[in-house]
């Protein structure tokens, strides 16, 4: 396991764990964030990473600073941008790379999504579970920022997601201007989490990711 790379955030610091694509060399470089209850190295970060590495991606993770620091309230909404940020330029710095996706699960894909739309450079986002109204609020939607996104997007959410009903997904995505792939998981949560009496898997999940996000790239 390569040494995670320290990088400063501020007055403060994170650590990101850099996973080169199997095999390589890569074709894109996707920083990844996790969700507000997760870290760099959770269960659903893990299978992300061994789902996009073996299609050709290099996988940045990291943790925003709340976690880095055993805590379990996030951070603001423009610390989590400047952590986005700092972790994006490190791996600029250190890979070159050809393409560098944004995005990551859940308040990470929307942390990224606005880091972007508010006019960081990239080119794309790759969103997992993005979260587009909390829990029991579909009133209270996080859309306002969505027209402002210039760049390709591959939307990932599970059609149970509490927190992201399709209608009104749908309904949000006729004020976006730029090209928005909206790929909805039969049967997964918010979590991704399939019911047995689906008979679908988390293996043909993933696969279902993988691909999807493959052929998004070719196009």
């Known amino acids: 396991m390569p040494e995670p790379w320290r990088i400063p955030v501020g007055a403060e610091e994170t650590t990101a764990l850099f996973e080169p694509a199997t095999p390589g060399p890569a074709r894109q470089t996707f920083v990844c964030a996790h969700g507000a209850g997760g870290h760099k190295s959770d269960g659903g970060m893990e299978r992300l990473a061994a789902t996009l590495r073996p299609r050709g991606f290099d996988l940045v993770r990291f943790n925003f600073l709340y976690r880095e620091k055993g805590s379990a309230r996030p951070d603001p909404m423009p610390q989590l941008k400047q952590c986005i940020e700092a972790v994006a330029a490190r791996t600029r710095a250190e890979l070159n790379p050809k393409r560098l996706l944004l995005g990551g699960r859940s308040m990470g894909a929307r942390a990224a999504s606005m880091l972007v739309a508010d006019g960081y450079s990239c080119d794309g986002l790759l969103l997992f579970a993005y979260p587009l109204h909390p829990a029991g609020k579909p009133g209270e939607l996080r859309i ?19 927190l992201c009903t399709r209608e009104l997904m749908e309904s949000a995505l006729g004020t976006v201007r730029t090209r928005w792939d909206m790929h909805w998981l039969e049967g997964a949560d918010h979590s991704f989490r399939v019911l047995k009496s689906s008979g679908r898997s988390e293996a043909h999940l993933y696969e279902e990711i993988g691909e999807t996000s493959a052929r998004w790239l070719e196009a």
């Open 144 to 162: 306002a920022h969505l027209p402002k996104i210039s760049v390709p997007v591959l939307c990932f959410n599970g059609t149970r997601d509490a």
